[in-house]
């Protein structure tokens, strides 16, 4: 990972948990000063506690690592509202319809925030017959290019990936009103309303 375990974490989720450090180290199988050492920055626990840690203090092994707890605050199941992640390293995308900590490749990944297109990134959108036809005037390098497309109205999402030196175009089966977005290895993501 990127980073490691906080104390800031292990002590914000031992207190919501109502436990003292005496009893998290009873549970851990270390002495309270060791539990003291975390907390406070002065020591981290070794590798081999993480996974019993993450238990004692009832959240994830990735939440634990990420200092940021997961809850599902999804109430309404509209993939409107769904995130976009991409690994830096392989070029992995993830989806998510809610909150949710992600790793990849040893990175935590945060969602992605779209922009509007500036003059490099117009997607264009023609409709043909019963399907959108989105294109992009841009690079296609193995430098710089763009990596997918999604079409994503309010029950679903669509992916196509991209690769270098292909064009930048693909064929959504129309679907209703929602949003297109085109990624940029170097840019980033742009998004338009249909």
Same mark, same amino acid.
């Given at each position: 990972?990127?980073?490691?375990?906080?104390?800031?974490?292990?002590?914000?989720?031992? @207190?919501?948990?109502?436990?003292?450090?005496?009893q998290?180290a009873?549970?851990?199988?270390?002495? $309270?000063?060791?539990?003291?050492?975390?907390?406070?920055?002065?020591?981290?626990?070794?590798?081999?506690?993480?996974?019993?840690?993450? @238990?004692?203090?009832?959240?994830?092994?990735? @939440?634990?690592?990420?200092?940021? $707890?997961?809850?599902?605050?999804?109430?309404?199941?509209?993939?409107?509202?769904?995130?976009?992640?991409?690994?830096? =390293?392989?070029?992995?995308?993830?989806?998510?319809?809610?909150?949710?900590?992600?790793?990849?490749?040893?990175?935590?990944?945060?969602?992605?925030?779209?922009?509007?297109?500036?003059?490099?990134?117009? =997607?264009? =959108?023609?409709?043909?017959? $019963?399907?959108y036809?989105?294109?992009?005037?841009?690079?296609?390098?193995? @430098?710089?290019?763009?990596?997918?497309?999604?079409?994503?109205? *309010? $029950?679903? =999402?669509?992916?196509?990936?991209?690769?270098?030196? *292909?064009?930048?175009?693909?064929?959504?089966f129309?679907?209703?009103?929602?949003?297109?977005?085109?990624?940029?290895?170097?840019?980033?993501?742009?998004?338009t309303?249909?």
């Open positions: 990972m990127n980073q490691y375990v906080t104390g800031a974490m292990i002590k914000r989720l031992r @207190e919501e948990k109502k436990i003292t450090q005496q998290l009873e549970i851990m199988n270390v002495s $309270d000063k060791a539990v003291s050492k975390w907390e406070t920055g002065r020591g981290y626990p070794d590798i081999t506690l993480i996974e019993p840690l993450a @238990e004692a203090l009832g959240v994830s092994v990735i @939440e634990l690592f990420s200092g940021e $707890d997961v809850v599902n605050t999804n109430k309404v199941s509209n993939m409107l509202h769904a995130s976009i992640y991409v690994c830096p =390293i392989c070029g992995n995308v993830i989806q998510s319809t809610g909150n949710v900590a992600l790793s990849c490749c040893g990175v935590t990944l945060p969602a992605l925030e779209a922009e509007e297109p500036d003059g490099e990134h117009q =997607i264009k =959108i023609e409709t043909i017959e $019963d399907e036809y989105v294109s992009l005037n841009h690079p296609m390098t193995k @430098e710089h290019y763009i990596s997918f497309f999604v079409y994503r109205t *309010g $029950d679903r =999402i669509e992916t196509v990936k991209l690769y270098p030196e *292909g064009n930048a175009e693909c064929r959504f129309r679907r209703g009103r929602g949003e297109v977005y085109a990624y940029c290895n170097r840019h980033g993501l742009f998004r309303n249909l």
